[in-house]
């Protein structure tokens, strides 16, 4: 079972997210969804997710902040960055940090399904 979870400041954009994710080959269970970074690690340490997608800009704990941590605790997780800032840096910065895709806002449903697909190829079966 592939178990996701959402993290992002905004409720619209964790839930259109979710249910885009709908439209994946595989199905997958949104187990939980966060707010911020410090959020994200709690709902991760409960819910023991295979796949995250991730905000960078949250407050109390950015995505940059998180990744990092997530990837500590969850190695066998894939995370995939998705943000508003589209500069260059930061997107290798997160791939350094360790995320495995990032994507910029807005995203397109056929751009998320795309990128979480070849995420969930990447998971050990």
Do not use: W, Y
């Not at 970074?37 to 796949?51: H, I, V, Y």
């Not at 190695?75 to 995320?99: E, F, W, Y």
């Not at 807005?106 to 990128?115: C, F, H, Q, T, Y």
């Amino acid at each position: 079972m592939l178990k996701l979870l959402v993290v992002d400041d905004s409720g619209v954009m964790r839930r259109l997210i979710a249910r885009l994710l709908k439209n994946l080959d595989q199905e997958v269970f949104l187990v939980g969804s966060a707010a911020d970074g410090e959020e994200a690690l709690s709902s991760a340490r409960r819910t023991q997710p295979n796949l995250i997608t991730l905000d960078l800009t949250m407050p109390n704990m950015d995505g940059l902040e998180t990744v990092p941590l997530l990837s500590r605790d969850h190695p066998n997780a894939r995370i995939l960055v998705i943000s508003a800032l589209a500069d260059k840096a930061t997107c290798i910065r997160a791939l350094q940090l360790g995320a495995h895709g990032f994507l910029t806002k807005p995203v397109s449903e056929e751009r998320l399904i795309n990128a979480m697909n070849g995420l969930i190829e990447q998971l050990e079966p």
